[in-house]
């Protein structure tokens, strides 16, 4: 019934102005009342699809006026057409708000240019989207050098008499994960040397520089160094053959292996094998001859255990 309705409407308006002279078509003007059902916005816009802006005030002009009532909950609107030249037509379209103010907005057109129809609608145009274009990779955050300290202790071997026991202090810079630099210090407080003849206790300090190379992961790590050390050996006893109570140097280079783990609090076991080059002589003397009592081995030895910290 609505539709009927809508299509009675626009044919009969339309054959209201079909016989008006081309000369009475003008501008064209709306009054709207706003009623609240029937879109004048969506009105003007269609008129001016078809027949071009409104006319100025002063021009003459077809002029669509309306009401809306509501029976029966179904909006009806109440359309009046006056042509420029005074004439008026008159019609009656029902249904919904959207279909009124479409059906009005056709019929009003229609009154000015009857063989104006609604546009059809287009196809709808495939766009066509440029490439996504690939995401750059983020660059590597450059690599800062870290530092690190590590405290231990150490047995080494083959230096002095028997096994001597003593700690380590080490403080090194990582410029990169793969290979570090570094300095360390280390003390023997304290080892004896027994002879039926004599005895002897020996001190030795020392302090060195090293360098390390490889990587296994993050948090465990394998590597070699190499490194150089001074030292001083103070040997105290009796009988000596020669004087060996003062301050004597010490010096060798090393090599080692170290396995590291851990990332902010961490430890590391490093093995090592040390060189010495003076390799002094401690001897005691017995019935007139000199009797060796300790001399460091051509090659010696030691283990590392240290608590890291970076």
């Known amino acids: 019934m609505k539709a009927r309705a809508v299509v009675l409407a626009m044919v009969g308006c339309a054959s209201v102005v079909s016989a008006q002279d081309d000369s009475l078509r003008a501008g064209w003007r709306v009054v709207d009342p706003e009623d609240g059902c029937v879109d004048g916005g969506v009105i003007r816009e269609r008129l001016e699809e078809q027949l071009g802006p409104p006319a100025r005030v002063h021009e003459a002009a077809w002029v669509f006026a309306w009401t809306v009532e509501s029976a029966d909950e179904v909006p009806r609107m109440q359309l009046e057409v006056t042509a420029p030249d005074g004439a008026v ?43 996504v ?18 405290l231990g202790a150490m047995v080494t071997f083959g230096i002095l008499p028997g096994v001597a026991l003593g700690v380590s202090l080490r403080g090194e810079v990582q410029p990169s994960p793969a290979w570090s630099v ?25 302090a060195g ?23 001083l050996v103070r040997a105290s006893g009796n009988a000596f053959a020669n004087d ?3 301050l004597r140097p010490e ?11 851990g990332e902010v609090v961490g430890g590391r076991l490093v093995a090592g094998l040390l060189f010495p080059l003076v390799r002094d002589r401690y001897a005691v ?13 051509t090659i010696a030895g030691r283990l590392t255990l240290e608590l890291t910290f970076r």
């Open 89 to 131: 037509g008159r019609r009656e379209i029902e249904g919904s708000c959207a279909e009124v103010t479409e059906a009005a907005a056709l019929v009003m057109t229609m009154s000015v240019c009857p063989d104006c129809r609604a546009p059809e609608p287009s196809a709808p145009r495939e766009l066509e989207l440029p490439a």
């Open 133 to 150: 274009p690939e995401p750059e990779p983020e660059p590597e955050p450059a690599s800062r050098a870290r530092i690190a300290g590590a």
């Open 182 to 206: 570094g300095v360390r210090a280390g003390l023997h407080p304290r080892t004896s040397e027994n002879d039926p003849s004599g005895e002897a206790t020996f001190l030795m300090a020392e």
């Open 209 to 231: 520089v090293y360098a390390c190379a490889g990587r296994l992961a993050a948090t465990l790590r394998v590597g070699g160094c190499a490194g150089w050390t001074a030292a």
């Open 244 to 246: 060996r109570n003062a």
């Open 251 to 261: 010096t060798w280079p090393e090599v080692s292996v170290q396995l590291g783990w």
């Open 285 to 297: 003397d017995v019935g007139g001859a000199a009797r060796t009592l300790h001399r460091a081995s």
